[in-house]
């Protein structure tokens, strides 16, 4: 079983980890949601940065996100470079070479090793065209 969690950018430019907490005020849904820190409170993240555990981690042991950028790669093969996506029901890479590929397991046979460059939301230089 994989963990469910999730992770968003606060306005102080913080990656915040944690569950995801919806909050209503007044009976009125707002658009900000908040991710639980250090205890049992929320911190509210810019809600167009908040991405789930995809459950795998890169070549270097970095946990892969949804909004992730990723160089993917083999021993054979020129290095790609794809946005980690969730398009339900499932994870997947969009790439500019390859399109949208499913997402593979870290058991997968391939041996296709990925590894965490940046993110949309902070690194949008490293992807191009529709990638954005």
């Known amino acids: 079983m994989r ?3 999730f992770r968003g950018l606060s306005k102080d430019d913080e990656w915040i980890y ?36 995809t ?9 892969i996100y949804e909004g992730d950028i990723i160089k993917i790669g083999s021993t054979n093969d020129i290095p790609d470079y794809g946005v980690v996506k969730f398009i339900a029901p499932c994870f997947l890479i969009e790439s500019e070479s390859n399109g949208v590929e ?7 046979e391939d041996k296709i090793w990925f590894e965490v460059c940046g993110n949309i939301h902070q690194n949008p230089e490293l992807i191009t065209g529709d990638l954005k």
Do not use: C, M, R, W
């Open 102 to 108: 499913p997402f593979f397991s870290d058991d997968d």
């Open 18 to 53: 944690g569950d995801l907490v919806h909050q209503a005020f007044d009976g009125i849904l707002v658009h900000e949601v908040g991710i639980k820190k250090h205890g049992n409170y929320p911190v509210f993240v810019i809600p167009e940065t908040v991405g789930q555990f």
């Open 55 to 63: 459950g795998l981690t890169d070549a270097n042991g970095v946990e």
């Open 3 to 5: 963990d469910i969690k």
